[in-house]
């Protein structure tokens, strides 16, 4: 039974349509306002032909997760990004310029796992050129076939990288074997598609496959006008503490430069600086070219397009409109879930007990990416008996509001890659609100899972030993950094595991290696008092950070 005034799903329309035998038309308002917006704003700007000028092509790099599409990047720009990946898995989107034979070519590196479909289609639609990266000695994989079939709608160029050839095991014929199947036929059997053996791992065969983005840029002749306001797409975006919203925006007609105003969905304000992919100050961005932007009033979401405006004001308007659809639509999905609102560890009683359970949950990322990545992962998992209600989604560090929220509706708070602070732990203690936390996507969806069936028992807990606010920087030779540090609680224990917390965002992991009263090697520091820590591989520190050490413990089972 529903009320008068009680919203319905498009499923349950469309079945009382059936009912009825009438015949309905669902209809997205917020298209066709979208598109009301942009007739009354952009539509009269038009592209000059004669000021079309060639542009770098846009590479992106796919394929399944573990392949090497981070490490063969890493061995294109000289740096090293694999390891400050959780798990080595690459889990937001990186864009990065580099020059070859004197000319630039723009990079996107791309998520591997599943769970990061959206972002890697994302990829996908403003890429030139795409890279398939498979290994040899593992050869197409489920992620293989889904990065494929994304370029393939994409209708972009496609070059294959086989990749790990130096091992032993590897056997790159039945690969080609099994590209061909998925209707990729390498040249040398009279197909026209181009691969390349290469080992990122060795540093073989990089120049021969950049040669071939080369060729292959060259007969797509990419072309953008420089001229005029600049538009592009926002591949990622998060807050940063120090910063406030960063948005990372791949440029792809006219030029961005700082004072600009712009919008990308909801979000709007003015370029108050460029930042490119070597940390450099810039300013201006032309076509094809990936920076962070500094300046907008909220972090947009990963996906949107974004516009530069004639003035501030346009882009203010456009974003409040965009912001008060997206905030109705919300309120109908909000208000069209059935059930009673459950706990996590709840959720299988109600299912035993026969009810409908709707999962509350209260969501925080570190990157808008890596929060759409999740939603749609956790959405995937909805069954007939058990619905998922996102209270709250946002990017930065878990707060007393989200507790208090959380505790208000009936939810639990799910961080991936942030943390809590010391008030939302004790709040969350004293309102008896669960807090989980992962690194890890598996993890996170493993446990959402395990919970709706019922088998949720994990082996450990997690248990905060100390926490220590940095206080001051000391730069020692041969050393590197010491952080002078105030314990707030707990205790402090050389050789504990630790998270450096920065605006509740974990920044880094590791162990202590050194801990000191005054001039002493001390094995412990007790709350209250003052000391200095270094780190293992961390120099990166800042006053006002916050060192937290944990350990785990194992959970008796019953």
């Not at 209809?27 to 306002?33: L, Y």
């Not at 032309?286 to 500094?294: D, I, N």
């Not at 992962?438 to 949720?456: C, Q, V």
């Amino acid at each position: 039974m529903v009320t008068t005034t009680q919203s319905l799903s498009d499923d349950m329309i469309e079945l009382f349509a059936a009912e009825v035998n009438a015949n309905i038309r669902l209809v997205d308002p917020g298209e066709e306002k979208e598109a009301e917006l942009q007739a009354k704003y952009f539509d009269d700007e038009e592209e000059d032909e004669e000021n079309l000028r060639p542009r770098p092509p846009v590479v992106t790099v796919m394929g399944h997760v573990d392949h090497g599409k981070t490490l063969l990047l890493d061995r294109i720009r000289t740096t090293n990004v694999v390891a400050g990946e959780a798990g080595g898995i690459t889990q937001h989107i990186g864009a990065y310029q580099v020059v070859y034979q004197d000319q630039l070519l723009t990079f996107i590196d791309t998520p591997g796992h599943e769970a990061f479909t959206a972002m890697r289609a994302r990829g996908a639609e403003v890429t030139d050129i795409v890279i398939l990266v498979v290994a040899a000695d593992d050869g197409v994989m489920p992620q293989t076939i889904e990065a494929l079939n994304h370029a393939k709608a994409a209708d972009v160029p496609i070059i294959v990288a086989l990749n790990k050839v130096d091992r032993e095991n590897s056997d790159p014929n039945r690969v080609m074997q099994q590209l061909s199947e998925q209707g990729l036929v390498p040249e040398s059997w009279g197909g026209d598609t181009i691969m390349v053996q290469i080992s990122a791992l060795q540093n073989l065969g990089i120049d021969d496959l950049l040669e071939q983005v080369l060729v292959v840029a060259e007969l797509e002749e990419l072309v953008a006008n420089p001229e005029g306001r600049a538009r592009g797409t926002v591949l990622e975006a998060n807050l940063d503490p120090g910063r406030g919203p960063v948005a990372t925006v791949l440029v792809q007609s006219g030029t961005l430069r700082v004072g600009d105003p712009v919008v990308a969905g909801a979000a709007w304000g003015r370029v108050k600086a460029l930042i490119d992919d070597k940390g450099d100050n810039v300013k201006e961005a032309a076509p094809s070219m990936p920076v962070q932007v500094l300046g907008f009033d909220n972090v947009p979401a990963a996906g949107d397009e974004f516009r530069v405006t004639d003035k501030p004001k346009t882009a203010r308007d456009i974003a409040e409109q965009r912001e008060d659809r997206y905030r109705a639509a919300d309120q109908r999905r909000t208000s069209s879930a059935t059930g009673t609102g459950a706990k996590l560890e709840d959720i299988f009683e109600q299912i035993q007990r026969g009810e409908t359970a709707t999962l509350n949950l209260v969501l925080k990322a570190d990157m808008q990416g890596s929060l759409e990545a999740v939603t749609e992962s956790l959405r995937k998992l909805e069954r007939e008996e058990v619905k998922l209600a996102f209270v709250h989604r946002a990017v930065g560090g878990i707060t007393e509001n989200d507790v208090s929220l959380a505790a208000a509706s009936n939810a639990t708070i799910i961080g991936f890659n942030v943390r809590p602070d010391r008030g939302a732990r004790d709040l969350a203690a004293n309102q008896d609100v669960e807090i989980r936390t992962y690194e890890i996507i598996y993890k996170l969806i493993e446990d959402i899972e395990s919970a709706m069936i019922g088998m949720l028992a994990p082996e450990f807990e997690e248990v905060i030993t100390g926490e220590a606010e940095v206080r001051e920087i000391f730069r020692v030779p041969r050393i590197g950094a010491i952080a002078g540090c105030y314990v707030r609680s707990g205790v402090i224990t050389r050789g504990s595991k630790v998270r450096f917390l920065r605006d509740g965002v974990i920044i880094w992991k590791g162990a202590i290696t050194s801990l000191r009263r005054f001039k002493d090697d001390v094995r412990e520091v007790h709350e209250n008092f003052e000391c200095g820590i270094g780190l293992t591989n961390n120099q990166d520190l800042r006053e006002g950070d916050i060192i937290e050490t944990f350990e785990e413990r194992e959970i008796p089972r019953t």
